[in-house]
């Protein structure tokens, strides 16, 4: 919130300078971060736009992209559509070439309007998992890998270096809520290919209160648990888990689990429990580094300077880092300004692009938005999430049938 | 059937409802001493919890003493609250004080956040995770803890309003205007009945943000506590106790075997349903006072 404060303060200062469509100067381009600072996404929100923002700043104080300085308009749409559209048509109307929500309520509303538009919307570890599809949502980036490829990541981790799946017992305990059963399909796929035995158990939104639903789960005697749910509910499934009995390096998590959910569980309880990484955690990367040094060091940081290197902090600043490399791919072929079409052709163009080391290499197409769906396996060390795998992609297949079955339906619908 | 496993929902149920009643008590708290139906409680939980990790965690007081300044802040915003707030309200008919409440759960919900950041912050109230194991039945010791704090509440509180202050503020909630007659204090009286709740509230928003983490989830207690109060009666303090223990039982037994059937969601059907039925067939809840109007 408090960075929401900064960029709201920031975001008035763009409107007040009069950025417009019209008034557009050539050596500018403009990104919406229309986030929700202030209802279901906040667990990540604060870390995540932090990331953005001095990202953002870094590349501006090292001369733009491609000369192109980086104008941001910054808007709460506190999770609800009706806020995101308006949020979006002000900044569309403001010149933005691309725009980032954070929420999959606010950015499924918006397909429709940015294919219309012509703006790039990514979707990185939120939204729909079909928009990997690029010919069918071409102004749509996934950009990371989906909850589909998260789920095949760590059943495929337990297949090769935790004793095989064959004729395991797998629990995917969930957030009752789409986001929840989202990898469910594709895991029923891989329980048929490989012989072990899926069973999925629901638990009400927020999760604050899962007891019911972990007495179920040890009925079930799984031997390995894949939790699904973010924010408060996280902790409260691993915590619920090891009451029940489970070696936490037993227990997986989708993305949403970062240090401040291993706080929360106990820093010692958590040791063990293991989690899909997207992007790599710490300072140790030349980005942070020189963030750290450009930007925070400079008292330019847009919050907290304990936050710089946290799990979403970086997740954020490798969300802007793949922007700008397709922002500079596009002006270096097509020069400026930049349109949403020139951004999107960038993106596209974006081969083998790791961020320096932060994330897995990526090569987004025309067809393939999400980029390879690679990510890797970390584990809770007692202070900080370590890596325990290369990163990977897994049964690209069966996702690739679940994200070709879904465009299709979009595609049919529209 | 299983029968260690009906047991495990049952026994983990009415702590899990033991524990909704440490946030029910705050709103059956305020009912009773002004008849002011208070739907800030949830924030009132999240603000309480908030308070207890300040002061453990950014200021590096000792659990306990961190536990009791919360205390005493929370008491301090109650009647803060009753000053500024509902001070102001008198006269005005009941429905624009509950939305004065309503208003006050919204404003606060996006306050919390927003003064204290909005990622959760991590509360360790010491309690281990291994389950307490009775045969085959694992109890969770977290809400057993929980459980017991929530007696104690109640307890404390059946026992407050014996008392001289609490017998008064027992009659503010009956007639306004009779016990100005006899020399109570009315405003005093509402104003310590929104600081026993501010109080309460930390004691639940400690509870459950060791559990959960504090964020603005907390607020969302509220649906349960509420539920809590409609079946236990919106002035009853031994209400707080029974539907507390209904409303967590049933919670967890009927989603224990009614999810895996129907895929989940289950729960707060049973709330909603719970609320329903109550205001439909008893409207003054089990313990709840029914006054009759004669007009």
């Given at each position: 919130m408090r960075n929401a404060i900064k960029g709201l303060i920031g975001a008035a200062g763009v409107a007040a300078i009069g950025v417009s469509g019209a008034a557009k100067s050539d050596d500018t381009f403009t990104i919406g971060?229309?986030?929700?600072?202030?209802?279901?996404y906040t667990f990540v929100t604060d870390e995540y736009h932090h990331g953005q923002m001095d990202y953002i700043e870094l590349v501006n104080q090292e001369g733009g992209v491609e000369g192109h300085t980086i104008e941001t308009i910054v808007r709460d749409t506190g999770n609800e559509p009706q806020r995101g559209i308006e949020a979006y048509s002000r900044a569309r109307d403001q010149g933005a070439v691309l725009v980032d929500f954070l929420s999959t309520p606010v950015s499924r509303a918006m397909v429709n309007r940015v294919l219309d538009d012509e703006i790039v919307m990514i979707t990185a570890l939120h939204g729909r998992g079909d928009a990997s599809h690029g010919t069918t949502f071409p102004y749509v980036f996934p950009m990371m890998a989906t909850y589909w490829s998260q789920a095949m990541v760590l059943a495929d981790y337990i297949d090769r270096e935790q004793g095989g799946l064959e004729g395991k017992r797998i629990a995917h305990v969930y957030i009752d809520s789409p986001f929840g059963r989202e990898p469910v399909p594709v895991l029923e796929e891989l329980a048929e290919r490989k012989g072990f035995e899926f069973e999925t158990f629901a638990y009400p939104s927020p999760g604050t209160e899962q007891s019911a639903t972990w007495s179920d789960v040890r009925r079930f005697q799984p031997d390995h648990v894949l939790i699904w749910g973010a924010g408060g509910g996280q902790p409260v499934s691993v915590r619920e888990a090891i009451r029940a009995?489970?070696?936490?390096?037993d227990i997986l998590s989708v993305v949403w689990m970062a240090e401040t959910d291993a706080n929360t569980i106990g820093v010692d309880h958590a040791t063990g429990v293991k989690r899909f990484e997207a992007v790599a955690t710490g300072t140790d990367y030349p980005i942070i580094e020189r963030i750290q040094e450009e930007v925070i060091d400079q008292g330019l940081g847009a919050g907290s300077e304990d936050e710089v290197g946290t799990t979403y902090y970086n997740i954020g600043v490798a969300t802007m880092a793949v922007a700008v490399e397709g922002a500079r791919l596009a002006l270096e072929e097509f020069g400026g300004p930049l349109t949403g079409e020139k951004l999107r052709d960038g993106l596209r163009m974006i081969e083998e692009f790791d961020a320096e080391g932060m994330m897995p290499p990526i090569t987004i197409t025309e067809e393939d938005h999400q980029g390879g769906g690679f990510g890797r396996v970390s584990q809770w060390n007692g202070e900080a999430w370590e890596p325990i795998t290369d990163w990977f992609a897994a049964h690209q297949d069966i996702v690739w049938e679940e994200i070709e079955k879904d465009a299709a339906e979009f595609r049919e619908d529209n | 059937m299983d029968i260690a496993y009906f047991i495990e929902l049952l026994i983990n149920g009415a702590l899990t409802g033991m524990m909704y009643g440490l946030a029910a008590l705050g709103i059956v708290l305020i009912y009773k001493s002004s008849g002011v139906p208070n739907l800030a409680q949830g924030a009132m939980v999240m603000l309480g919890a908030y308070f207890a990790w300040i002061a453990a965690a950014q200021w590096g007081i000792p659990l306990p003493f961190a536990i009791a300044l919360a205390v005493v802040g929370m008491f301090l915003f109650g009647l803060f609250t009753e000053r500024f707030l509902l001070r102001r309200m008198v006269g005005q008919p009941i429905i624009m004080i509950v939305m004065l409440t309503l208003g006050l759960e919204i404003l606060l919900r996006g306050l919390g956040p927003g003064l204290f950041g909005a990622a959760p912050k991590s509360l360790d109230i010491g309690i281990g995770l291994a389950p307490i194991i009775i045969g085959d039945v694992f109890i969770n010791r977290s809400y057993l803890v929980g459980a017991i704090v929530g007696v104690i509440m109640i307890g404390l509180a059946l026992l407050f309003f014996r008392t001289r202050l609490g017998t008064k503020l027992r009659a503010v909630s009956d007639d306004h205007v009779a016990s100005w007659s006899v020399g109570i204090s009315v405003e005093r009286a509402i104003a310590i009945s929104w600081g026993l709740a501010g109080a309460s509230a930390v004691a639940a928003g400690v509870m459950w943000g060791s559990v959960q983490g504090i964020d603005w989830t907390l607020s969302l207690l509220l649906f349960p506590a509420v539920a809590v109060v409609i079946l236990g009666g919106l002035d009853s303090i031994y209400g707080v106790l029974v539907a507390g223990l209904i409303v967590g039982i049933l919670g967890s037994v009927i989603p224990g075997y009614v999810d895996p059937i129907v895929g989940g969601g289950t729960r707060d059907v049973v709330t909603s349903l719970i609320i329903l039925l109550t205001i439909i067939f008893r409207p003054h809840g089990i313990f709840g006072r029914e006054d009759i109007e004669r007009v």
């Amino acid at each position: 919130m408090r960075n929401a404060i900064k960029g709201l303060i920031g975001a008035a200062g763009v409107a007040a300078i009069g950025v417009s469509g019209a008034a557009k100067s050539d050596d500018t381009f403009t990104i919406g971060l229309l986030q929700d600072f202030t209802a279901v996404y906040t667990f990540v929100t604060d870390e995540y736009h932090h990331g953005q923002m001095d990202y953002i700043e870094l590349v501006n104080q090292e001369g733009g992209v491609e000369g192109h300085t980086i104008e941001t308009i910054v808007r709460d749409t506190g999770n609800e559509p009706q806020r995101g559209i308006e949020a979006y048509s002000r900044a569309r109307d403001q010149g933005a070439v691309l725009v980032d929500f954070l929420s999959t309520p606010v950015s499924r509303a918006m397909v429709n309007r940015v294919l219309d538009d012509e703006i790039v919307m990514i979707t990185a570890l939120h939204g729909r998992g079909d928009a990997s599809h690029g010919t069918t949502f071409p102004y749509v980036f996934p950009m990371m890998a989906t909850y589909w490829s998260q789920a095949m990541v760590l059943a495929d981790y337990i297949d090769r270096e935790q004793g095989g799946l064959e004729g395991k017992r797998i629990a995917h305990v969930y957030i009752d809520s789409p986001f929840g059963r989202e990898p469910v399909p594709v895991l029923e796929e891989l329980a048929e290919r490989k012989g072990f035995e899926f069973e999925t158990f629901a638990y009400p939104s927020p999760g604050t209160e899962q007891s019911a639903t972990w007495s179920d789960v040890r009925r079930f005697q799984p031997d390995h648990v894949l939790i699904w749910g973010a924010g408060g509910g996280q902790p409260v499934s691993v915590r619920e888990a090891i009451r029940a009995g489970l070696d936490p390096a037993d227990i997986l998590s989708v993305v949403w689990m970062a240090e401040t959910d291993a706080n929360t569980i106990g820093v010692d309880h958590a040791t063990g429990v293991k989690r899909f990484e997207a992007v790599a955690t710490g300072t140790d990367y030349p980005i942070i580094e020189r963030i750290q040094e450009e930007v925070i060091d400079q008292g330019l940081g847009a919050g907290s300077e304990d936050e710089v290197g946290t799990t979403y902090y970086n997740i954020g600043v490798a969300t802007m880092a793949v922007a700008v490399e397709g922002a500079r791919l596009a002006l270096e072929e097509f020069g400026g300004p930049l349109t949403g079409e020139k951004l999107r052709d960038g993106l596209r163009m974006i081969e083998e692009f790791d961020a320096e080391g932060m994330m897995p290499p990526i090569t987004i197409t025309e067809e393939d938005h999400q980029g390879g769906g690679f990510g890797r396996v970390s584990q809770w060390n007692g202070e900080a999430w370590e890596p325990i795998t290369d990163w990977f992609a897994a049964h690209q297949d069966i996702v690739w049938e679940e994200i070709e079955k879904d465009a299709a339906e979009f595609r049919e619908d529209n | 059937m299983d029968i260690a496993y009906f047991i495990e929902l049952l026994i983990n149920g009415a702590l899990t409802g033991m524990m909704y009643g440490l946030a029910a008590l705050g709103i059956v708290l305020i009912y009773k001493s002004s008849g002011v139906p208070n739907l800030a409680q949830g924030a009132m939980v999240m603000l309480g919890a908030y308070f207890a990790w300040i002061a453990a965690a950014q200021w590096g007081i000792p659990l306990p003493f961190a536990i009791a300044l919360a205390v005493v802040g929370m008491f301090l915003f109650g009647l803060f609250t009753e000053r500024f707030l509902l001070r102001r309200m008198v006269g005005q008919p009941i429905i624009m004080i509950v939305m004065l409440t309503l208003g006050l759960e919204i404003l606060l919900r996006g306050l919390g956040p927003g003064l204290f950041g909005a990622a959760p912050k991590s509360l360790d109230i010491g309690i281990g995770l291994a389950p307490i194991i009775i045969g085959d039945v694992f109890i969770n010791r977290s809400y057993l803890v929980g459980a017991i704090v929530g007696v104690i509440m109640i307890g404390l509180a059946l026992l407050f309003f014996r008392t001289r202050l609490g017998t008064k503020l027992r009659a503010v909630s009956d007639d306004h205007v009779a016990s100005w007659s006899v020399g109570i204090s009315v405003e005093r009286a509402i104003a310590i009945s929104w600081g026993l709740a501010g109080a309460s509230a930390v004691a639940a928003g400690v509870m459950w943000g060791s559990v959960q983490g504090i964020d603005w989830t907390l607020s969302l207690l509220l649906f349960p506590a509420v539920a809590v109060v409609i079946l236990g009666g919106l002035d009853s303090i031994y209400g707080v106790l029974v539907a507390g223990l209904i409303v967590g039982i049933l919670g967890s037994v009927i989603p224990g075997y009614v999810d895996p059937i129907v895929g989940g969601g289950t729960r707060d059907v049973v709330t909603s349903l719970i609320i329903l039925l109550t205001i439909i067939f008893r409207p003054h809840g089990i313990f709840g006072r029914e006054d009759i109007e004669r007009v």
